[in-house]
Antibody, heavy 123, light 107 residues
Framework: EVQLVESGGGLVQPGGSLRLSCAAS????????MDWVRQAPGKGLEWVGR??????????EYAASVKGRFTISRDDSKNSLYLQMNSLKTEDTAVYYC??????????????WGQGTLVTVSS | DIQMTQSPSSLSASVGDRVTISCRAS??????LVWFQQKPGKAPKSLIY???FLQSGVPSKFSGSGSGTDFTLTISSLQPEDFATYYC?????????FGQGTRLEIK
């Protein structure tokens, strides 16, 4: 069974930093691209970014709203995904989900989600 | 960026009804579209990928269609557990973008 468990959320002041983790199990983590998606309270879903797998050099993509402030990384030996968030703003307040990306029919798309971890940026 | 627009934003229906939710892309995305269901306080769940292919374990009451810029999600014979918010997402190009969501409520 695919499981994704996020951790590391909490309250942080504007300008601060936080590192989220996602522990994966039930599948071959190293084969998959992985995404981070967030959802501000009462709002819709916003894609944050993606890390590709080793075969694709672990390259990354980011939403414009977080580029230069957030960094996605992974440790395949630990089946773990990370989101380093720096220079946090109040508008970064959201539930952050990690998500598995699946490859089928020549494209990549999310097929499994974690339960999310809440990040609150406030003074 | 590709903009995704869902309609309606909210929808009231009764148990047993058949409903259709639309999603329009601001440019051609071929069939690079996913539909998700999200219940309050829960993580989203993937329903359909490549516009019309059912994710494993998803009941056949859910169906998707469309290509290019116009897509639909149809849910037949609504049951209480189907009342939720539904999102479309394009993955044709970066950044990946979502529709604003359609809230399906019980009438």
């Amino acid at each position: 069974e695919v499981q994704l468990v996020e951790s590391g959320g909490g309250l942080v002041q504007p300008g601060g930093s936080l590192r989220l983790s996602c522990a994966a199990s039930g599948f071959t983590f190293s084969d998959h691209y992985m995404d981070w998606v967030r959802q501000a309270p009462g709002k819709g879903l916003e894609w944050v970014g993606r890390t590709r797998n080793r075969a694709n050099s672990y390259t990354t993509e980011y939403a414009a709203s977080v580029k230069g402030r957030f960094t996605i990384s992974r440790d395949d030996s630990k089946n773990s995904l990370y989101l380093q968030m720096n220079s946090l703003k109040t508008e970064d307040t959201a539930v952050y989900y990690c998500a598995r990306v699946y490859y089928a029919r020549s494209t990549y798309f999310i097929d499994y989600w974690g339960q999310g971890t809440l990040v609150t940026v406030s003074s | 960026d590709i903009q995704m627009t869902q309609s309606p934003s909210s929808l009231s229906a009764s148990v047993g009804d058949r409903v259709t939710i639309s999603c329009r892309a601001s440019q051609d995305i071929s069939n690079s579209l996913v539909w998700f269901q999200q219940k309050p306080g829960k993580a989203p769940k993937s329903l359909i990928y490549a516009a019309s292919f059912l994710q494993s374990g998803v009941p056949s009451k859910f169906s998707g269609s469309g290509s290019g810029t116009d897509f639909t999600l149809t849910i037949s014979s609504l049951q209480p557990e189907d009342f939720a918010t539904y999102y479309c997402q394009q993955y044709r190009s970066y950044p990946v973008t979502f529709g604003q969501g359609t809230r399906l409520e019980i009438k």
